[in-house]
T-cell receptor, first 114, second 115 residues
Framework: DQQVKQNSPSLSVQEGRISILNCDYT??????FLWYKKYPAEGPTFLIS?????DKNEDGRFTVFLNKSAKHLSLHIVPSQPGDSAVYFC?????????????FGKGTLLTVNP | EAGVVQSPRYKIIEKKQPVAFWCNPI?????LYWYLQNLGQGPELLIR????????DSQLPKDRFSAERLKGVDSTLKIQPAELGDSAVYLC?????????????FGQGTRLTVV
C-alpha cells in the first residue's frame, strides 16, 4: 500500500513557466514532508521541506504548499529552467519515535523545454 | 565538506555470487540508512542505524542480506547469494539523527546488475 503517492509519472513545461508537482499521502501520522530532486546516475538531492505546523515554505524559485486536511502537498517551481529537468520525489516522515524513516513516492519526471 | 561516499558505483555479478557495498556517511551524522531503488520506483528503506545500532531492519531480507556499522561510522551492506531480482540501485544516506527531524543526504548509489 503506497503511503505516499505521486500520480503523475511525468510533466512537461516550457522554460519560464510554472511547474507544479503534486503529492498525496495517506498516513495521518506523517508530519514532515520533503522534496528531493534526482538527476540520472546520481543520488537524490534534498530540495525543500515543510513541517505540518506550516502550510507554505518558500526557498527562492521553489515553494512547497501543504494541505493537511486533504493530505496533499505540492511543489511549485517558478520560473522553470531547463536545469530543473529531473525526477522529483516527494517524501514524508513521522517525527520522533524509534521508527523514523522517509517514505518516498514513485517520483515525477519533470522536463523543462527551452 | 564531503558528502556521503559510496563504493563501488557499479557492480556486475553472476547470480549466486556474493556482493558487498560500502558507505561512508557525512561526518557527525549519527543516523545511516540503506535504501533500495528499483527502476521507476522511489527509494525503499532496507535498514536504519542510530550510531552502531540497527534500529529498523524490518524491511531487510535477512535470509540473504546483512549489514553492519562497526564503530558507528562506515557501513557495509552484503548480499549472499545474489539473485536476479536484486538488480537495483542501492543508496546510502545519512542524517543528524536522534529526535531531530532533518533531511537525509544521499550518496550517488551503487548500481547492481545480477546476470
Amino acid at each position: 500500500d503506497q503511503q505516499v503517492k505521486q500520480n503523475s509519472p511525468s510533466l512537461s513545461v516550457q522554460e519560464g513557466r510554472i511547474s507544479i508537482l503534486n503529492c498525496d499521502y495517506t498516513n495521518s501520522m506523517f508530519d514532515y514532508f520533503l522534496w528531493y530532486k534526482k538527476y540520472p546516475a546520481e543520488g537524490p538531492t534534498f530540495l525543500i521541506s515543510i513541517s505540518s505546523i506550516k502550510d507554505k515554505n518558500e526557498d527562492g524559485r521553489f515553494t512547497v504548499f501543504l494541505n493537511k486536511s486533504a493530505k496533499h502537498l505540492s511543489l511549485h517551481i517558478v520560473p522553470s529552467q531547463p536545469g530543473d529537468s529531473a525526477v522529483y520525489f516527494c517524501a514524508a516522515s513521522a517525527r520522533g519515535g524509534s521508527n523514523y524513516k522517509l517514505t518516498f513516492g514513485k517520483g515525477t519526471l519533470l522536463t523543462v523545454n527551452p | 565538506e564531503a558528502g556521503v561516499v559510496q563504493s563501488p558505483r557499479y557492480k556486475i555479478i553472476e547470480k549466486k555470487q556474493p556482493v558487498a557495498f560500502w558507505c561512508n556517511p557525512i561526518s557527525g551524522h549519527n543516523t545511516l540508512y540503506w535504501y533500495l531503488q528499483n527502476l521507476g520506483q522511489g527509494p525503499e528503506l532496507l535498514i536504519r542505524y542510530e550510531n552502531e545500532e540497527a534500529v529498523d531492519d524490518s524491511q531487510l531480507p535477512k535470509d540473504r542480506f546483512s549489514a553492519e556499522r562497526l564503530k558507528g561510522v562506515d557501513s557495509t551492506l552484503k548480499i549472499q547469494p545474489a539473485e536476479l531480482g536484486d538488480s537495483a540501485v542501492y543508496l546510502c544516506a545519512s542524517s543528524l539523527g536522534g529526535q531531530v527531524n532533518t533531511e537525509a543526504f544521499f550518496g550517488q548509489g551503487t548500481r547492481l546488475t545480477v546476470v
